[in-house]
């Protein structure tokens, strides 16, 4: 009785020790995040006046679409990586879960969502934005511009990675998201995700009966409200915070009662 004891509560003190959340992670996942997106800054500045403004060229198809199809190879496959990841290593004892790891994994998850918005952030300002003025200088010949091909199939598909990803991991690794469906982390998600959607209906708005790129008209408004759906990461991180509170509660007496049993 006495070795159990004392071997629990050396448990206790390592598991004491590890980090509450994968920092490490989060922080080399964010740098690579950045510097693909100053990949693609520097793309644009080099390919876009040279290459880029007429998509009957040779050099357009060699740079522009060239891009395109490893976007359209790379993302889709991180997908699926990613996404089996999370669900073939899933917890299938969440109603043993201890206080303290429920806790770390809280922290993970506040850091995944903080990766998924730094990428909404890039896609939905900057290059959004950046969007909007090339199509107010150059007339489009093609959908696959070059502001499209680094926002549309570039910027949003890395959101959507992340978006997802945080959802299944708190659907896998939380026993809170694993029996209730959040309402504003599928707000925070799915609104920008039908972004790409959307897509379709706005290229072909532009090819039968409006070329010019007024943002005010209804043909944008789909970008707009799915863009706002994001807003709903508010309520999320609320939500999460009471968690975090609860789980704490609950670590507070575990202590206590660890304390209690040795003396």
């Not at 290059?127 to 959908?143: G, I």
Request: proline share 4%; net charge negative; with cysteine.
């Amino acid at each position: 009785m006495s070795i159990t004891m004392t071997h629990n509560a050396k448990s206790a003190a390592e598991d004491r020790t590890q980090p509450m959340g994968n920092f490490k992670l989060a922080a080399g996942v964010t740098l690579a995040v950045l510097a693909l997106m100053v990949f693609w800054r520097i793309f644009q500045q080099v390919y876009a006046w040279s290459a880029g403004l007429d998509s009957t060229e040779p050099a357009f198809d060699a740079a522009w679409m060239t891009l395109l199809k490893v976007e359209l190879s790379v993302i889709p496959l991180l997908w699926v990586v990613t996404w089996a990841y999370l669900w073939f290593t899933r917890d299938r004892n969440l109603g043993v879960l201890k206080p303290r790891e429920e806790l770390r994994r809280y922290f993970n998850l506040v850091l995944f969502i903080f990766v998924y918005a730094f990428c909404v952030w890039f896609a939905t300002s900057f290059f959004a934005e950046q969007d909007a003025s090339w199509h107010q200088v150059v007339v489009r010949d093609t959908s696959f511009t070059p502001s499209h091909i680094v926002l549309f199939y570039g910027t949003m598909p890395l959101y959507v990675l992340f978006g997802v990803g945080s959802f299944l991991y708190a659907m896998t690794r939380l026993p809170k998201f694993a029996t209730q469906i959040s309402i504003p982390f599928v707000l925070a998600v799915v609104g920008p995700f039908l972004i790409l959607p959307n897509l379709g209906y706005n290229e072909w708005g532009h090819a039968f009966f409006l070329m010019e790129e007024v943002f005010s008209y209804p043909l944008h408004w789909g970008f707009v409200v799915m863009g706002w759906s994001v807003l709903a990461m508010g309520g999320l991180l609320i939500q999460i915070a009471m968690h975090m509170l609860e789980v704490i509660g609950r670590l507070s007496q575990e202590d206590e009662v660890s304390v209690a049993t040795q003396r």
